[in-house]
């Protein structure tokens, strides 16, 4: 049996950090699949129950770097570490600040006017031995797991130039006092890279702060009546079928049931939508929203992990965990990238000192500034802040996006298809003609009707029973009732057959429909739905069904189509109805008559010339949402079709169809903008950095503009990702 385990991994320093550890894990017995994520220190694995934590951290260990078990709610965790690195990467920049401002002072500034410190050289190196040695130690322990491992990352980069031009200064002290030192390159190096990845580790908390948002809207006290007496406890402590009582302007703690008042509820946090929804007995309420005005009691039906607030910040953690598979090419381009790094160094240095004659202080100085300036940070940082930030402002715009690979796959789309019911249309039928054929009342006809209906699940047996209970007419057993999907139903009422479905299920009981095809065809050009009712040979009466279109789904057709995205309907109805309805939502393209087994043959077939996404709301809609490349779930939505696909709308609203593409458009353009200056970065800096300007403008690239630089390359990435968060879906 397979088991999810997350994991907050200590000692990365860049994405090859991660690759190690995610290549060591796939390796294991029993492992099926790892994710190990540079961007938010998380490991999340998918093993064989044989597996302990303990064995997999004992894994992670081996290749160098420490892990902690992340469990429930992992946001709080995660958020807990990220802070605590946040500390500490800080009280290591303003240590190594402590001794970087004197070398400074002493060997530039003093120097500069004119004013020789006694024992100056001796005195700069008392003070770059702490930062070499100790604020430095990281690196050489990311240098030394790396070459256990057989490869390279950035701390080799920084061991190696900053060990050389410390150990070049030594010896010039020591022997050579004329050629001069470099301790400030390497002190001033290793405290510029400390400030880089104090400033990253703040700009990733700002990536992810979607996250913290969300589980701050929680409240962490509950008022629960219990012995008929009032009670404050906390949030974690409500039990299911809790009596909870929420006052005006109060967070509401747990999901549940209204059971008695009224009031109105901003749901905004939870679907983006800013209007209050009224709120009555037997309304469904949701933790973390905020009550508006009056009181009232609910019943708990939903606590802990189980909330929809809870899955929603499950889903975006797991989102911001999955790799978009443009990352692999970021991986890829990291492993090589060190070791070709390290080699032109090298050239680098043989070609100034052997080649052209420079000195050994000259040819070390562009061999250094080439491995600072190439480190491959900005590129190991530049899809998983992309995603962080994508993911975040779709959640807080009411669109779950589960995975970086579904972010990127959505703005590939070619065509859409939506379901007709609650998804074009509102999902909430009425009853609006009931046409009688026979001696039968319109009472009688409710009665049978409504009686057979109660044993079914479709929206339109909703329909019926609700007219019925408009009527006050009571209800009776029926026996032998089936359900036909995409047909209809049959029962026995008071001893006798009847069947009521579509006029396609009065065809194949062989019903003539002669006698009502006027009326039929009528009401099918107005867009009804309907529902024939008969007994074994003939037609009782013909029932108009109407669900109106959503607001917003024209809207959401018209942006699509001029984003070049073809839309299609997709409807067990009639071909008469459905064109009726799409019409109305302004959609050319119709699939109708179509079972619910069948809708996924539909959307294969249109796969065939593009990317297709699915959009649904119940479980018949799920195999479709499962086999579209996008599988998009409305929110009020069976938890089948939410848990079966890519992208989930919690405000229930066409509209985020075209959002949640748009989103994917920016956030794919902001991963390839980080990618592109990532590379470029590097592209131009390194033949700068050794020395290909000299010879013609005497221009040398000083290894501590060189740090500089490659400090805020990696901050500049993460703040191109953030600026995604204020752009207008």
Known sequence: MSKKSEF????MHCASCSTIIERALSKTP???????????????????????????????????????????NSGNDQKKFHEEE??????????????????????????????????????????????????????????????????????????????????????????????????????????????????????????????????????????????GKEITISSDEV?????????????????????????????????????????????LIYSGTINKLGSFRFKATKIGENTTLARIVKLVEDAQGRKAPIQRFADVISSYFVPIVILISLITFLSWSLIFGETISFALITAVAVLVIACP???????????????????????LIKGGDALEAAHKIKYVIFDKTGTITKGIPEVTNVLLTNKLSESKILEIAASI????????????????????????????FKAIPGHGTQAKFKGSDYYLGSPKFMKKLNISLTSVIEEVNQLEDQGKTIMILAGKKQILAVIGVADTIRESAKTAVTRLKEMNVEVYMI???????????????GIQNVFADVLPEDKAKYVKQLQEKGNVAMIGDGINDAPAIAQADIGIAMGSGTDVAMETGNIVLMRNDPEDVPKAIKLSKLTMSKIRQNMFWALF?????????????????????????????????????????????YKKL
């Open 453 to 480: 209906e109660k044993q079914s699940e479709h929206p339109l047996a909703e329909a019926i029973m609700k007219k019925a209970k408009e009527k006050k007419i009571a209800l009776q057993k029926v026996t032998n």
């Open 86 to 227: 946040i500390k500490e990467l800080k009280r290591k920049f303003l240590l190594s600040l402590d001794f970087a401002i004197p070398i400074v002072i002493i060997g530039m500034v003093l120097m500069g006017v004119g004013i020789e410190v006694p024992y100056k050289d001796y005195l700069i190196w008392l003070l770059a031995t702490p930062v070499q040695f100790y604020l430095g130690w990281q690196f050489y322990l990311g240098t030394w797991h790396a070459l256990r491992n057989k490869t390279a990352n950035m701390d080799t980069l920084i061991a190696v130039g900053t060990t050389a031009a410390y150990f070049y200064s030594v010896y010039v002290i020591l022997f050579n006092q004329e050629t001069g030192q470099y301790f400030e390159v390497s002190a001033i190096l290793i405290t510029l890279v400390i400030m880089g990845k104090y400033l990253e580790a703040l700009a990733k908390g700002r990536a992810s702060d979607a996250i913290s948002k969300l589980m701050s809207l929680t409240p962490k006290v509950a008022r629960v009546i219990r012995k």
């Open 377 to 399: 940070c900005a590129l190991g940082l530049a899809t998983p802040t992309a995603i962080m930030v994508g993911t975040g402002k779709g959640a807080q715009n009411g669109i």
């Open 571 to 585: 409807t067990g109805d009639n071909a008469r109805t459905a064109e009726a309805i799409a019409k109305q939502a």
């Open 30 to 72: 029993g492992v099926q699949s790892a994710n190990v994520n540079f961007s938010t220190s998380k490991a999340v694995i998918h093993h064989d129950e044989s597996l302990t934590n303990e064995n997999l951290i004992d894994i992670i260990k081996k290749k160098g770097y420490n892990a902690t078990v992340l469990e429930g």
């Open 681 to 725: 970065y590097n592209v131009l800096g390194i033949p700068i950095a050794a020395g290909i300007l000299y010879p013609s403008t005497g221009w040398l690239l000083s290894p501590v503009i060189a740090g500089g630089a490659m400090a805020l390359s990696s901050v500049s990435v993460v703040s191109n990702s953030i600026l995604l968060k």
């Open 8 to 11: 907050h991994v200590t000692g």
């Open 239 to 283: 039990l299911i079928n809790d009596i909870i009582l929420v006052k005006p302007g109060e967070r509401i703690p747990v999901d549940g049931t209204v059971v008695e008042g009224n009031s109105s509820i901003d749901e905004s946090m939870i679907t983006g939508e800013s209007i209050p929804v009224e709120k009555k007995k037997g309304s």
